[in-house]
């Protein structure tokens, strides 16, 4: 169907089918769980402390409905060097608690863009080519840095040969993701009784 309501455990999502793009809105509000340390962020990443950009924020874990830790870094150099370090992650985990694993969202700004990774190696993710609800927390963190609505494209997955595009619309309302899917596979589930 053209709308439909799929039932999360942050609540209820409502998403539009409009031809092949799909839109998912959520008012859950923006969540703040504090400012992880450059250092342990850059471990985490692989990098130097140079590569955090901090003239906009510092590192912060943020969520509406799943937490990450937003991170700028300073050039698409430093993004294409990130590379997921398990015991800075494990460190990390344990030090800033969250609801769920410690979950970095990296991203550059690139004139009206935004180029990001996600990396969440200790839930199996070494590496997301497509993160909504990223997207969704890092709009809605932007939106609230600049105190007023927000439209960005999100490339995402583009280091690892899955090119993806996600549009965010953030403000006072909520935030809504959209994108297009591409079917990778298909299978059957058969049922023995």
């Known amino acids: ?23 998912f809105r959520t008012t859950t509000p923006l969540e703040l769980f504090g400012t992880p340390q450059i250092a342990d962020v850059a471990a985490c990443l692989g990098l130097d402390t ?7 924020h510092a590192p912060t874990a943020a969520s509406v409905g799943l937490p990450f830790c937003l991170v700028e870094l300073t050039s698409a150099d430093a993004l294409a060097r990130a590379r ?8 990390a985990a344990a030090t800033y608690p ?6 970095i969202y990296c991203y550059i700004r690139q004139g009206d ?41 999100i490339r995402q997955g583009v280091a690892m040969g ?11 309302s909520g935030v809504q993701i959209s994108g297009q899917a591409v079917q990778t596979m298909s299978g059957q589930l058969h049922l023995a009784q």
């Not at 169907?1 to 799909?22: F, K, Q, T």
């Not at 140079?50 to 906009?56: E, F, L, Q, R, S």
């Not at 180029?115 to 997207?135: H, K, V, Y």
């Open 98 to 103: 969250m609801p769920l694993d410690f979950a």
């Open 1 to 23: 169907p053209s709308h439909m309501v799929l039932e999360l455990g942050v609540g209820p999502i409502p998403c539009r089918i409009d031809g092949a793009l799909a839109s």
């Open 50 to 56: 140079g590569d955090i950009a901090t003239a906009t």
């Open 162 to 172: 899955r090119p993806s595009t996600i549009g965010v619309e953030a403000g006072p």
């Open 113 to 153: 863009g935004i180029d990001a990774r996600m990396f969440a190696p200790l839930d199996d993710i070494p590496e997301d080519p497509a993160t909504g609800s990223a997207a969704a927390a890092l709009g809605a963190f932007l939106a609230s840095l600049r105190k007023g609505p927000l439209e960005i494209t």
């Open 84 to 91: 997921p370090q398990m015991d800075a992650f494990r460190h």
